[in-house]
């Protein structure tokens, strides 16, 4: 069985394991160190003030996780976020992360938010750090490429290009609602 819910603290050992992964393995992160425990804690609380942040639990064990930020951080983008997802090496091409952005992207729009984002490192080839994977999934839901920088992320001794997605998932007017935070609509 598969559920998506919030993440909670007691998630956040779980949640850093299946990221350290990628920090170690991949260019899909450009951090080079796997944060502390107590650092990836000050992470999700900070992001839990304002936005959701999920897991995707299959058969009670997290499979993956999904959080949401700030695009920019000043007032008139309020109504814009980054997404990201990150499932546990294991667990992928099973659906799961079609249903925690699923999930994420109801949670958002619910807010009020109407433009999600995503920042992708992208390889100018294919490589065992880095596919094009991310890209094509996130266009696979929707998503569509707005930017690229290119060479502009240094890890394993090579240069990734970085994209920007974009998917717009409501209404803009005139006169703009102003956004909900997520704490307050969970507690609604």
């Not at 949401?68 to 294991?90: I, K, P, Q």
Request: net charge negative.
């Amino acid at each position: 069985m598969i559920t998506v819910r919030n993440a909670t603290m007691e998630d956040a050992e779980r949640i850093l394991e299946i990221y350290d992964y990628y920090v170690k393995n991949t260019a899909i992160t450009f951090e080079y160190d796997t944060p502390s425990l107590e650092e990836f804690q000050r992470r999700m609380e900070k992001t839990m003030r304002r936005y959701p942040y999920l897991v995707i639990v299959k058969d009670g064990h997290i499979e993956g996780y999904a959080y949401a930020d700030a695009f920019v951080g000043r007032a008139a983008y309020d109504w814009s976020c980054e997404m990201t997802v990150y499932l546990d090496h294991n667990a992928q091409k099973r659906g799961m992360g079609r249903a925690i952005y699923e999930a994420m992207e109801k949670a958002l729009h619910d807010m009020g938010i109407l433009n999600l984002y995503a920042c992708i490192g992208y390889p100018e080839h294919d490589d065992e750090y880095l596919t094009t994977n991310s890209a094509d999934f996130h266009a696979h839901l929707g998503f569509v490429k707005v930017g690229e920088f290119h060479k502009c992320g240094y890890k394993f001794d090579r240069w990734y290009h970085m994209i920007w997605m974009e998917k717009l998932i409501g209404e803009h007017e005139r006169i703009q609602s102003p956004i909900t935070f997520y704490p307050e609509l969970r507690n609604c």
